[in-house]
């Protein structure tokens, strides 16, 4: 006998599998990326290169950039060395530290094709080093440039979604309750949310992973201008009716939210995900107002009260 009552058949699949959760374990990291660890793949694949690039962190992406310039330049200051530093009119130094560096810089200069004229190239090998750097050092700025802009146009999501769910009076029953919000100035057209909940059961004898598609209040809103807080309600038709949060723990019971939306400023559509474990529920709680108008009238969205709940008195 099924834990969870059904009223509909669903797709018991969702894309993340049948296999049963363990250790409560998430199927769906709260920033929207699957738990999943993944072996077997090479360190390296050239055709993934540009994808790790444009959405790998910001921090690691300039590290990159910074240790790539690097390298390059001291590539060439060494073949300049190699080559003779006395084929660079203008190179002073007299020590190894200091002709490293003179033919450092001096690479630094041709790379990005400023060339201060301190130091210039003179002999034949000397001079088709450096023009192929700086014919390398133009394609790479472009390739460089080419990621900046791919990073920047990419359409990304940043709607935020609460920390917790909450458990609170909802018309004659109770309701599922977790809220959302764009952290971002420009507006959201047509938003769509969907709600699933997934679980372990016993199906004859063997535990699988099922997902049930929970209903929501309302699912589709024309504009997302403030917060906006989603319902599913707890009546008679909820499979979580009569459900404690102990139980839900032994069913090691998920909620995945998954939102789409038309983003104004990219032209596009954007999608963005998350997820709830029991843990995250907070009963006879309800969300703080986080709007209100001011003195003259004008709607204020307080973004430091998102988070932030407060307890319900039940008799």
Do not use: C
Request: charged share 20%; proline share 3%.
């Amino acid at each position: 006998m099924a834990f969870f009552k059904r009223k509909v058949q669903f797709n018991d699949d969702l894309g993340f599998g049948s296999a049963p959760v363990l250790k409560n374990q998430r199927v769906l990291n709260t920033d929207g990326t699957p738990n999943i660890e993944r072996t077997g793949l090479p360190w390296f694949k050239f055709d993934d290169t540009y994808t790790r690039l444009v959405t790998m962190s910001w921090p690691r992406f300039f590290l990159i950039i910074l240790t790539a310039y690097l390298i390059v330049n001291t590539l060439f200051a060494v073949a300049y060395n190699a080559v003779g530093i006395e084929n660079l009119n203008g190179a002073k130094g007299t020590t190894l530290r200091d002709q490293f560096f003179d033919a450092f810089f001096f690479s630094a200069q041709t790379i990005s094709t400023v060339g201060y004229g301190h130091i210039s190239p003179q002999g034949f090998v000397t001079s088709i080093l450096a023009a192929f750097e700086s014919m390398l050092g133009l394609l790479a700025f472009a390739l460089a440039t080419g990621l900046l802009y791919g990073r920047f146009s990419r359409p990304t999501s940043k709607v935020s979604f609460s920390k917790k769910m909450v458990i609170a009076p909802y018309q004659n029953d109770k309701g599922l309750m977790f809220r959302l919000v764009n952290m971002r100035r420009n507006s959201l057209i047509d938003v769509e949310v969907q709600m699933v909940m997934s679980f372990n059961e016993n199906v004859n004898g063997k535990l699988k992973r099922s997902f049930y598609p929970l209903e929501l209040e309302r699912s589709k809103i024309s504009v997302l201008s403030l917060n906006w807080t989603l319902v599913h309600p707890i009546n008679e038709d909820s499979p979580i009716f009569d459900k404690t949060l102990d139980e839900l723990k032994v069913a090691e019971v998920e909620f995945f939210v998954i939102l789409k939306a038309f983003d104004d400023t990219f032209a596009q559509t954007i999608h963005t995900r998350t997820s709830y474990q029991d843990e995250d529920i907070e009963l006879d709680a309800k969300f703080k107002i986080m709007h209100y108008h001011n003195d003259e009238g004008k709607t204020v969205l307080d973004y430091s009260l998102f988070d932030k709940t407060e307890k319900i008195l039940v008799d």
